[in-house]
C-alpha cells in the first residue's frame, strides 16, 4: 500500500518534470525534483534525429498515398505480393475487433439453429414435444383445458415393454365452448379438420336451435395425424375439457396372429392329409374338421381387421357445448382475421420458445467464445512485449 | 466515427508533419539502428494510412493511436531480428554529439547513456514514449493500454531508478 505522502511525492515531482518540459529549464527548489527535471530535459534532447533526405522522402510517400512502386516487373510483383499481404492482415484488423466477437456468438448461434431445425423444427410443432404418452397409454382423462394437453402419446407409446410395433386403442374426448350463433361454422369446421387429415366422421348431431343447442361428433383419425388433427380441433374453440384413454391390445394381436398361422399350418396339413385319404369316412372326416378351420380362420382374420381398424384410427368424441358468455374460441368467435392473429401469436411463441433455446446454448457458447478471442489477443500483446523483456 | 476520412489524404499528412519526428525519435530510441528505425518508421507511417478509417476518437488520441501502432511495428521488428540482446548492449550512436556540444553535455549525456543500460526493455520502452515521443501521460496509457495513473506511477519510478544509476555513475 503506498503511504499518501510517497504518493504526493510522486505527483508533486512528476509536475515537475512536466513543467520543465514545458518550460525548457529545470529550476525546481526541490533538489531531487529538480535532477528528475534535468535528467527529463536530457532525455529529450538526446532523442534522435532523423535524416532529413529521409523524411522528405517519406513524405513524398505520404502525400502521394503510399503508390506501390513500379520500377520493374519484380518490384511490381512484390507491390502485388505485398499488397495482398497488406489486405490480409488489414481485412482482420479493420473489422476483426467487431468481427471476431460477433462470429463468436453468431456461428454457434446459426450452428445451433440448423440443429435444432434438423432434429425435428421447433419446439411446438409436430416434432417436438411428445411428453405425456405414457400417461394418456395407461388411460386415464385429465382437465388441462390447451392444445398442449392434448398432445397424444407417442405412436409406439409403452404398455409392453421392449416389445416393438405396440398396438394401441386411443380414445380422445374433447368438449370445445362454442357460442351458439357460432355453432354451425364451428360444426363444418370440425368435419373439415377431420377431413383433412385423413380421417372420416362415424356419426355426428348439430343442434342450433334457438332454446339451445350443442353438436357431437364421433370421429375417427388415423393415429399418425392424430397430433395435429387433436391440435386444429383444440384451436377451433376453447377447450372445456378433454380426456384421453389408450389401452394396450398387442398381446389380444400377437395372440390373434399366433392362431391364425396355427390355423392356417393345419389347414394345409389337412390338405395333405384329404388327398392321401384312403377312405371316404377319413375323407369325410378330415374335410368336417377343415370346415371348423376354415370358420376358425375366418373369425381369426376379422378379429386381426377389427383390431388393426382400432388401433390404426383413433376415436375421438367432439362435444360442442353452447358458451353462454359468447366469448368465442381460439378461433370460434373472430372469423378468418382472429385465425391469423390466433396463427401469428403461435407463430411468435413458438419462435420465442426457439430463442429461449437458442440463447441458452449460445450465450455460454459466446461467452467461451468472446473469452478466447480476449485471451488470444492477450497472449498476442503480451508475445510481441516479450521482446522489451 | 473515423476521425480520418479515407479519401482525405491531406489530413493524413497533417498527421504526419506533426508527428514524425517524434515518431522516428521514439522507433530509433527502441530500435537503437537508424536503418532499421527509417524502415519501421515508414512502416508504421504506412500501416496507419491502410488503417486510417479504423481510428476512433473515444479510444484516445490519433497520436496515441499513431504511436501504438509504431510500437507494434516496432516491437515487430525486434522479435524478428531477436535483438533482445542488442537492447541490453550499449546503445548505437543514434544522435551524434555536435560539434559545438560543450564538454559538460557531452559528459553527462554519456552518463545517461550509461546509466539507461541499468534498465530494462519496458522501462526504456516507457522512458521513449515520454520523452522521444513527447507523448503525455494519458496518451502513454493508451499506448501501454493500462490506466493513466499506472502509467504515471511506472514513469517515476523509471525516472527515479535512472535518477540513482546516474549517481551511482557519476
Known amino acids: ?389 | 466515427m473515423p476521425v480520418v476520412p479515407r479519401t482525405d489524404t491531406d489530413t493524413f499528412a497533417d498527421l504526419y508533419e506533426r508527428t514524425f519526428p517524434r515518431v522516428y525519435a521514439y522507433v530509433a530510441s527502441l530500435l537503437r539502428d537508424r536503418s532499421a528505425a527509417e524502415d519501421v518508421t515508414a512502416q508504421a507511417f504506412e500501416r496507419a494510412y491502410r488503417k486510417r478509417t479504423s481510428y476512433r476518437e473515444r479510444r484516445g488520441s490519433r497520436e496515441a493511436w499513431l504511436f501504438g501502432i509504431a510500437r507494434n511495428a516496432a516491437l515487430d521488428e525486434l522479435r524478428r531480428r531477436k535483438r533482445r540482446a542488442r537492447l541490453e548492449a550499449d546503445p548505437e550512436d543514434t544522435a551524434a554529439v555536435g560539434a559545438d556540444d560543450h564538454a559538460e553535455l557531452a559528459l553527462q549525456r554519456e552518463l545517461v547513456r550509461t546509466a539507461m543500460t541499468a534498465l530494462d526493455g519496458r522501462e526504456r520502452d516507457l522512458l521513449a514514449l515520454k520523452f522521444s515521443a513527447g507523448l503525455s501521460n494519458a496518451e502513454i496509457a493508451t499506448v501501454l493500454g493500462v490506466s493513466e495513473t499506472a502509467a504515471g506511477t511506472r514513469l517515476h519510478r523509471t525516472l527515479t531508478k535512472l535518477r540513482k544509476a546516474c549517481n551511482d555513475a557519476s
Open chain 1, 1 to 389: 500500500m503506498t503511504h499518501p505522502e510517497d504518493i504526493a511525492t510522486v505527483e508533486r515531482q512528476l509536475a515537475a518534470v512536466e513543467s520543465a518540459l514545458a518550460g525548457g529549464e529545470a529550476v525546481h527548489e526541490d533538489p531531487v525534483a529538480r535532477e528528475l527535471q534535468e535528467l527529463a530535459l536530457q532525455l529529450r534532447a538526446d532523442s534522435p534525429q532523423a535524416d532529413p533526405a529521409f523524411a522528405e522522402q517519406l513524405r513524398a510517400r505520404v502525400e502521394a498515398g503510399f503508390p506501390a512502386p513500379a520500377e520493374s516487373a519484380r518490384a511490381r510483383q512484390d507491390a502485388a505480393l505485398e499488397r495482398l499481404a497488406a489486405s490480409a492482415r488489414r481485412a482482420p484488423s479493420r473489422f476483426g475487433k467487431l468481427l471476431l466477437p460477433v462470429a463468436g456468438v453468431g456461428v454457434p448461434l446459426l450452428l445451433i439453429v440448423v440443429v435444432i431445425f434438423a432434429a425435428g423444427g421447433p419446439p411446438g410443432s409436430n416434432g417436438g414435444g411428445g411428453g405425456g404418452g405414457d400417461e394418456a397409454a395407461s388411460g386415464g382423462g385429465s382437465e388441462a383445458p390447451s392444445a398442449a394437453a392434448l398432445e397424444p402419446p407417442a405412436r409406439d407409446g409403452g404398455f409392453v415393454p421392449r416389445q416393438r410395433n405396440r398396438r394401441i386403442e386411443r380414445s380422445f374426448t374433447l368438449e370445445l365452448g362454442v357460442p351458439l350463433d357460432d355453432m354451425a361454422r364451428v360444426a363444418d369446421r370440425v368435419t373439415a379438420v377431420t377431413s383433412r387429415h385423413g380421417g372420416f366422421v362415424l356419426s355426428s348431431s348439430v343442434d342450433t336451435g334457438e332454446d339451445g343447442g350443442g353438436g357431437d361428433f364421433s370421429l375417427r383419425i388415423p393415429t399418425g395425424q392424430l397430433r395435429p388433427a387433436l391440435r386444429d380441433l383444440a384451436g377451433l374453440a376453447p377447450v372445456i375439457r378433454q380426456s384421453q384413454e389408450g389401452r394396450d391390445v398387442t398381446r389380444d394381436h400377437v395372440t390373434a396372429q399366433d392362431r391364425l398361422r396355427a390355423a392356417r399350418a393345419e389347414r394345409r396339413s389337412l390338405l395333405r392329409r384329404l388327398e392321401a385319404a384312403a377312405t371316404d369316412e377319413e375323407a369325410e372326416a378330415i374335410r368336417r374338421r377343415l370346415e371348423l378351420v376354415g370358420g376358425e380362420i375366418n373369425g381369426l382374420r376379422s378379429q386381426l381387421r377389427d383390431l388393426r381398424l382400432r388401433t390404426d384410427y383413433a376415436v375421438v368424441t367432439v362435444s360442442l357445448l353452447v358458451d353462454e358468455d359468447g366469448q368465442g374460441g381460439a378461433s370460434g368467435g373472430g372469423g378468418p382475421f382472429d385465425d391469423a392473429v390466433d396463427d401469428a401469436g403461435d407463430l411468435l411463441v413458438g419462435f420465442a420458445g426457439v430463442l429461449i433455446r437458442v440463447l441458452a446454448l449460445a450465450l455460454p457458447l459466446g461467452a467461451i467464445a468472446l473469452a478466447a478471442w480476449l485471451a488470444a489477443r492477450g497472449v498476442r500483446r503480451r508475445r510481441r512485449e516479450s521482446a522489451l523483456a
